[in-house]
């Protein structure tokens, strides 16, 4: 019984790398997914991956079989499996007043990289006394204090407040 619970699970679980051969489209999952020219720790990174990037899968590392090595744009190299997936993100669905409109998954993961307040992680870091040493200027600890004064701003101001500034800035041109 023992023996064939171990069967099935080694099944089960090499399932999805089966399905795949090599030359398959295969989709980055991802934000900055790193191409890397070994799956060594230190590795040179060889290209930079975004969401619903297509590259060709050419199979599993024997040694190191959660890295996968890929063809993109003529460079081939090594991305970790759990950024890569049978098929393309969904475009986002975003509503507004003026009804709903589909977003390129890209454009949407880039959208909400400045607009998401720092995590308890990056404030402890930031705020680490041996992140604070030298000659960096701001430091960690006031680039933190900075961004969440920021937030704080942000999160007072109206989405007509917000449209108006947009609109400052960019000179009307949205």
Not at 82 to 91: C, D, E, F, K, Q
């Amino acid at each position: 019984m023992r023996q064939s619970a171990t069967v099935l699970a080694l099944v089960l679980g090499a399932g999805a790398a089966w399905a795949l051969a090599p030359g398959d489209r295969v989709y980055v999952r991802g934000r900055d997914v790193a191409v890397l020219q070994s799956t060594a720790v230190n590795a040179v990174t060889l290209a930079k991956l975004q969401p619903g990037d297509a590259v060709l899968w050419r199979g599993a590392d024997k040694k190191k079989p959660t890295w996968h090595r890929v063809e993109t744009k003529g460079t081939s190299g090594f991305v970790y499996f759990a950024n890569l997936s049978l098929s393309p993100p969904a475009s986002e669905l975003l509503t507004s007043p003026g009804g709903a409109k589909k977003v390129d998954a890209q454009a949407f993961a880039s959208s909400g990289a400045a607009g998401k307040a720092l995590t308890e992680g990056a404030i402890r870091y930031g705020n680490q006394d041996e992140k604070n040493k030298g000659e960096m200027h701001p430091t960690m600890k006031e680039a933190v204090r900075q961004t969440q004064t920021l937030e704080a701003i942000a999160v007072q101001r109206t989405d007509a407040e917000l449209d108006a500034q947009a609109a400052r800035v960019t000179g009307g041109q949205q």
